[in-house]
């Protein structure tokens, strides 16, 4: 991962969600809590990453650091 990735949990209808978002690749990746894929989109814009990150905050998520641990925020 680098810099420009991002990682964010929110619950969702009793389940952990969990999203990576890649502001450089312009990927963005949304994870169940079994870490089955859900959902891969490529080729967005920064601003786009951008809308999608606000809407990610509105259902309650958090980022997480590099080095946080995600249970840390549950």
Same mark, same amino acid.
């Given at each position: 991962m680098t810099n420009n990735t991002q %990682?964010? %949990?929110w619950l969702q209808n009793g389940s952990i969600m969990k999203a990576i978002l890649d502001k450089e690749e312009g990927i963005l990746r949304i994870f169940n809590e079994n870490d089955n894929l859900l959902l891969k989109r490529t080729g967005l814009?920064?601003?786009l990453i951008k809308q999608i990150e606000v809407c990610i905050i509105r259902y309650g998520a958090k980022r997480l650091d590099a080095h946080?641990?995600?249970f840390k925020f549950l």
């Open positions: %990682i964010w %949990i814009s920064k601003h946080e641990e995600p």
